[in-house]
């Protein structure tokens, strides 16, 4: 008697699911109540204060007030990893917003040059406090597998009011005065620090004073070449951006045109923000650097013909994605390279390219302008952006994310 024997087919592999952990925390939801008030604090009377120091002073002192601006901002983003490491992310967030939104009561009484300075000066402080440690506190609340995702979503979060707010500052001073501007960027920017209570001091393994002062401050950072390669491309992108917001409305000769255009490029660049942090954390950050180059260096050329308000419009459109790709990319790259206690030195750096980015564009190119004109200095920008393929190509064949 034979047995036959019964082959058991065996049980199919189990294939595992991949499950991403949620990117909305109530944390994270406390973060953009001070995310939009320090973008309100800062963009609704940016070009308010340059129009009150013009009529205070001489010609050229509204430059003055902004470039002190900048300056202090610069300043205080390199100081801020070691305030967070001392006091922690809701001391130095609540210190930043006061002196970002209260000083500018003080312009309310007075317009005088050396107030508007002074002013401008705590003001930037205050902003390059809350942008660093808002920023490297962000970094901790997002999930690192969907972190290029969550850096897209802040940047939505926080480029709708900036977007708003920048337009609507200066029809407002022209409808109310400029007091009515600068009262309600204090109330606006003092009502966020309701949400401050709610946000974590330190996060896990994030925060010990000796850590961040000495293995992950900004001097180390600028030591590592990991850091350094995605900042200089960033910064050159933002030399491109200082080029284009200053210079775009006296190259056109037209303020509907230019209008438009910068319109449409914070618009494209919070949508490619969008998508690119989807396809970063997908596919790797350092893929995206070289086509964000290529895209700004196109619409740059674009923007360059600037007897054509098509040409201009969409050229400017294509940079805005060039430049949001760059944005995230390589903020995203920089935060995947430190430990928690490092992010405040990534976000101090990251920013500081780009104040300090846009500061060399605007001031650099206003003296090809004086000699070759403007369409030679879009063009001229665009050449530039070449030379940062190289750390972008580096990094593209390291292939890290």
């Known amino acids: 008697m034979t047995t036959a024997t019964l082959a058991v087919a065996p049980a199919p592999a189990t294939v595992p699911t991949v499950v991403h952990p949620p990117l909305i925390s109530r944390a994270l939801l406390l973060r953009f109540v001070t995310i939009v008030g320090s973008s309100l604090g800062f963009y609704l009377p940016l070009s308010v204060v340059p129009l009150v120091a013009e009529a205070s002073g001489s010609t050229g002192t509204a430059g003055l007030a ?4 900048l300056a202090a901002s610069i300043a205080g ?13 809701r001391a130095a967030l609540t210190g930043g917003l006061v002196l970002l939104g209260a000083p500018t009561l003080l312009l309310v009484v007075s317009s005088e040059l050396a107030a508007v300075v002074a002013v401008n000066l705590v003001r930037g402080l205050g902003f390059g406090v809350t942008i660093v440690a808002g920023g490297a506190l962000t970094a901790a609340l997002l999930p690192a597998q969907r972190r290029g995702e969550g850096l897209a979503l802040v940047g939505v979060v926080g480029g709708i009011p900036a977007l708003v707010a920048l337009p609507f500052g200066v029809w407002a001073a022209g409808q109310w005065g400029a007091g009515t501007v600068f009262t309600v960027t204090a109330a606006a920017t003092l009502l966020s620090l309701v949400a401050v209570p709610g946000l974590p001091s330190r996060t896990t393994s994030a925060g010990g004073s000796q850590s961040d002062e000495h293995g992950h401050g900004v001097l180390a950072g600028l030591r590592d070449a990991g850091l350094v390669r995605p900042s200089v491309v960033f910064a050159a992108s933002t030399v491109a951006i200082g080029v284009l917001v200053t210079f775009l409305p006296l190259a056109t000769g037209s303020a509907s045109v230019a209008a438009a255009a910068l319109l449409v ?4 660049a919070s949508a490619a923000r969008w998508v690119a942090g989807r396809l970063g954390d997908r596919h790797g950050q350092a893929r995206l650097l070289v086509p964000g180059l290529m895209l700004a260096a196109v619409g740059l050329l674009g923007v360059a013909a600037t007897g054509s308000p098509i040409a201009v419009v969409a050229g400017s459109a294509v940079f805005g994605a060039g430049f949001g790709v760059l944005q995230n990319a390589t903020l995203a790259l920089m935060y995947s390279r430190v430990r928690p206690e490092g992010y405040g030195a990534v976000s101090a750096i990251w920013n500081a390219a780009y104040d300090a980015g846009m500061a060399v564009g605007a001031a650099g190119a206003g003296i090809v302008a004086a000699g070759a004109g403007y369409p030679a200095v879009f063009a001229l920008t665009a050449a530039l952006l070449l030379p940062a393929l190289v750390p972008a190509r580096r990094e593209l064949r390291l292939g890290t994310r």
Do not use: D, I, M
């Open 66 to 69: 902004t470039g002190a601006l």
């Open 265 to 268: 490029q914070p618009a494209t």
């Open 77 to 89: 983003e390199v100081a801020t990893p070691r305030l967070v490491a001392r006091f922690g992310y």
